[in-house]
């Protein structure tokens, strides 16, 4: 980290911490609250109901047909990874805490998606490792820290399965792929990512993502980790749309 990062990081940490002891409002509804989120905020949020069981997108009964609880495109073309868990419906107030997560320095935010995330997921056959989606560094350097990062280290906090965040790296920096169609992100993804040296105790892995909308990062990657020789790739986030 270089000083500029270290200094945006330590900054948001502050805040993070200066809120834990503060009386604050509700970041959604203003209420009164010793929380981020009041109780009823945080009772109406959208977890995820009806989804595919291999790549956990929500299941549309009007528009698609479901077989074995597979959506049509994992009928067809499964993607390569295991397994995807998400906990929550991206739709608001998710998309909007997600939003000020990423660009609002709002590490508490992390902090509670993580925690919830911790108590939803399912973490057996538990996995060797959890590996953050990483940033490239020039968008590192932007934000100051990695979103994924930050959920994933408040997982190994309550289930201590380890972290890692040298195993692979982003070396294309890709433009964001919002707005993109399935095929234009697929393309803007390709190259992305360089696996570095694994350890040969690594069989079953997990990436982490804030985010899933196509799945096109999560499949490069997996994809990438598959031909390093790693046997099982799950996928765990926050949100899917
Ligand atoms: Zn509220
Ligand atoms: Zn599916």
Not at 57 to 69: E, W
Not at 149 to 163: D, H, M, Q, R
Not at 198 to 207: R, T, Y
Not at 230 to 238: A, L, P, R, S, T
Request: with cysteine; proline share 6%.
């Amino acid at each position: 980290m270089n000083n500029k990062l270290d200094f945006r990081y330590l900054l948001a940490q502050f805040k993070l911490i200066s809120k834990r002891f503060l009386l604050q409002n509700c970041f959604l509804c203003g209420a009164s609250s010793n929380q981020l989120l009041c109780t009823a905020c945080l009772s109406d949020l959208p977890y995820q109901t009806i989804v595919c069981s291999h790549c956990s997108k929500p299941l549309d009964f009007t528009k698609h047909s479901s077989v074995d609880g597979l959506c049509n495109p994992c009928q067809q073309n499964p993607p390569l990874y295991n397994n995807a868990q998400a906990v929550f419906s991206y739709i608001y107030p998710i998309d909007k805490l997600i939003f000020a997560a990423k660009f609002s320095d709002n590490l508490a935010i992390l902090y509670l998606l993580g925690k919830l995330m911790v108590e939803h997921l399912q973490f057996e056959p538990c996995p060797d490792v959890i590996i953050p989606i990483p940033l490239h560094p020039k968008r590192l350097r932007q934000r100051g820290y990695n979103q994924s990062v930050e959920l994933a280290k408040c997982i190994k906090k309550f289930t201590g399965i380890p972290l890692n965040y040298n195993a692979c790296q982003r070396i294309k920096n890709t433009p964001p792929q919002v707005g993109l169609s399935a095929q234009q992100r697929k393309a803007n993804i390709q190259g992305a990512f360089k696996i570095k040296k694994i350890p040969a105790n690594w069989q079953h892995i997990v990436l982490l993502d804030d985010v899933i909308t196509t799945g096109s990062t999560v499949e490069s990657l997996t994809k990438e980790f598959l031909q390093a020789g790693i046997q099982k790739v799950d996928v765990w986030c926050c949100t899917r749309r």
